[in-house]
């Protein structure tokens, strides 16, 4: 009989710790809920403003909106993540490893990079290729791969060192703005520029990435104004008629 109380009294207290752990998880749960229905309002601005949060602000948002993330070396030069949200939704991708002065190529940009050197491509497009690196990033890489010679044989190069693909949209709209008031009159270093695309067999994304605040049925009327309606470009139709190339590449 003894026996069997004492058995019901551990049975018991093994219950009662059971019940106050739940609860404990309950109440994590709940503060955890309470953050992502705050987050539901504000995650927005805060994904807009990331950078400028406090670390601490950061740690809080991603400690309410991760479960947890497993990462694999991916290559050499780079981490495979794949991210559990709590939502239970994933998202995978790849991130190069990154010192206090540059950022490492993934093997994939690099054969993306080889790519556009088979096909002989612009400066503006293996700028537009990778928009947040700047052109002596792009160039150094190039120049160790194929050395200098292959790099000068780029031509025309109108983005500076210095400069990210947007950086370069943001300056040439700017200049253009200043220049002609309206943005759609065209100036005589474009037009030399539009005949030597267009000369050089130039594809439509080619084109409309040299003039990227233009959509392309204006560029496709400059270019009959000069050459005639006959004139043939290749890859028409990639770009839709009433798009720039920032309109192709966020589609």
Known sequence: MIKGVEQR???AQAEHKR???????????????????ELRTTYLPAVKEWDTLPRERRRAIVRATIDYIKATPDGSH??????????????????????????????????????????????????????DRNWQSIRHRL?????QGGVDEIDPKPIHDHETYPMYFARISTRRH????????WRSDEEEQMRELVDSGSTQIEVAAAFPTRR??????????????NVR???????????????????
């Open 9 to 11: 009294y551990k049975n």
């Open 19 to 37: 019940l106050e752990a739940e609860l404990s998880n309950q109440d994590v749960e709940g503060d955890r809920l309470e953050a992502l229905q």
């Open 78 to 131: 780079g981490l495979h993540l794949v991210i559990y949200w709590r939502d239970r939704s994933i998202d995978e991708l790849t991130v190069a490893r990154q010192s206090r002065t540059a950022r490492d190529w993934l093997d994939s940009e690099i054969e993306t990079l080889l790519s556009l050197v088979d096909r002989e491509a612009t400066q503006l497009e293996f700028a537009a290729t990778f928009p």
């Open 143 to 147: 120049w160790k791969i194929y050395g």
């Open 178 to 185: 200043a220049l002609t008031g309206s943005g759609e009159r």
């Open 216 to 229: 392309w049925w204006r560029i496709r009327a400059k270019i009959t104004k000069l050459y005639g309606r």
């Open 233 to 251: 470009i290749a890859g028409v139709g990639a770009i839709k008629r009433n798009e720039t190339i920032f309109d192709y590449r966020r589609r």
